[in-house]
């Protein structure tokens, strides 16, 4: 197959100049480069800002409505800002110095300019702005990464649980964009032996949910351990999601689960949230006679627990909404509690089948939990996802 050089792109120039003799100079020395050009004239800088889509903007700093650098700062201060050189008649007066402290890429001192300096000052501009553009670029991406982690630190914590015997699996799936939500959980093992589980969902998608989720989390957690009685662990979480939601009408579901010390029966608390499943074969959902509102929602009535018997062994599990809420493939058809309990019991089957082959260090339920539950969809869910699974006794219910 043959080669064919591909033609060099003309760099687009906005020549911001008053004086048509100096106009006239600027355009002849371009010519004389033989550098293919598409130059363009303003003759203020108000004319100039509506015309900076281009390379590189040459630019006069006296001007009918702006002189010096604050003709400079006019054209910087705009968002698509490109490179600028700017043209200064006043030799040794140390103005091209200023311009560059103050943000231009180069200067020029008109009467000392010949076509290979001009064309070679530009080129030179340009390739510093784009310099600066991916390194401005590079910082934000570090600082998105930065608040990224500092709040999947704060979102997905490591349990704080000293009883070996239980089992505690926690897992998280961000959306299909990425992003983390407000999708939070916890764990903490109380100084009774009880141990506290919460999983909860900030209504809405994006940064200010996340940090909100985190926030809530962090208050969670503050309380568990402050030993406060678990009603009162929701009204402090609650006073916290009313004083630094952005919003009044942001809202939270939360579902908290205390496993008593001998492990044989746990306290529900379901605000606005699905009830947690006793995974087994089949997998049902807890009883959910006590349900209450959602935190923040202005409605009368609190948070009443509920009592469930456990036995000898079993295993419990905690989700938000996300997991019921995903549609099936192509389909408007969402998986619901019916179906994720189906799909639950499956894989518990297939991990009894399996267990004797499984190895150390592979998959837990919760990560194939997640995985079914995405292939169900088709692909990664929609919505973030998190999950805890507590265990005794190494049954399944």
């Excluded at 004319?47 to 630019?59: I, M, P, T, W």
């Excluded at 010949?114 to 530009?122: E, F, K, N, Q, Y």
């Excluded at 009204?235 to 999601?241: A, F, N, S, T």
Aim: include cysteine; charge should be negative.
């Amino acid at each position: 197959m043959p080669y064919h050089e591909t033609e060099p792109q003309p760099m687009r120039i906005l020549l911001v100049e008053d004086d048509d003799g100096d106009a006239v100079l600027v355009a002849e020395l371009f010519a004389d480069t033989d550098a293919p050009v598409e130059l363009h004239r303003a003759r203020t800088v108000d004319e100039a800002l509506s015309a900076l889509d281009v390379d590189c903007v040459l630019l006069d700093l006296e001007l009918p409505d702006a002189a010096g650098t604050t003709a400079l700062a006019r054209v910087l201060r705009s968002p698509a800002a490109p490179a600028v050189v700017v043209l200064t008649g006043l030799a040794g007066t140390g103005m091209g110095l200023r311009a560059v402290a103050a943000g231009a890429q180069d200067y020029l001192v008109k009467g000392e300019v010949d076509a290979p300096l001009l064309l070679r000052a530009v080129r030179y501009a340009i390739q510093r702005r784009k310099a600066e553009v991916q390194e401005r670029e590079l910082y934000r991406a570090q600082v998105r990464d930065y608040e990224t982690n500092r709040l999947e630190r704060a979102l997905l914590p490591t349990p704080l649980v000293g009883d070996g015997a239980l089992e505690v699996l926690v897992g998280y799936r961000a959306g299909r964009d990425g992003l983390l939500g407000g999708d939070f959980y916890d764990v903490v093992e109380r100084a009774d032996g009880s141990v506290a589980a919460v999983v909860g969902d900030v209504a809405g998608h994006g940064p200010d949910e996340a940090a909100l989720g985190a926030t809530l989390r962090t208050a969670w957690r503050t309380s568990v351990l402050a030993d406060l009685p678990s009603a009162k662990v929701l009204d402090v979480v609650e006073q916290i999601l009313s004083a630094e939601r952005g919003r009044p009408e942001i809202f939270a579901t939360l579902v908290m689960v205390v496993v008593a010390p001998d492990r044989r029966s746990l306290d529900l608390f379901l605000c606005g949230h699905p009830a947690p499943f006793l995974l087994g074969v089949p997998t049902v959902p807890l009883p959910s006679d006590h349900a209450g509102r959602a935190l923040g929602i202005p409605v009368l009535g609190g948070w009443q627990s509920q009592r469930v018997e456990l036995g000898e062994s079993w295993r419990v599990i905690l989700f938000t909404d996300g997991m019921l809420e995903t549609t099936v493939l192509d389909s408007d058809e969402r998986l619901g509690e019916e179906g994720l309990a189906r799909l639950m019991a499956d894989q518990v089957a297939a991990e009894g089948r399996g267990r004797h082959r499984a190895g150390a260090g592979g998959p837990t339920i919760v990560d194939r939990l997640m995985e079914a539950v995405s292939q169900r969809h088709g692909g990664n869910l929609v919505d973030d996802t998190a999950l805890v699974v507590l265990g005794w006794g190494g049954g399944t219910g």
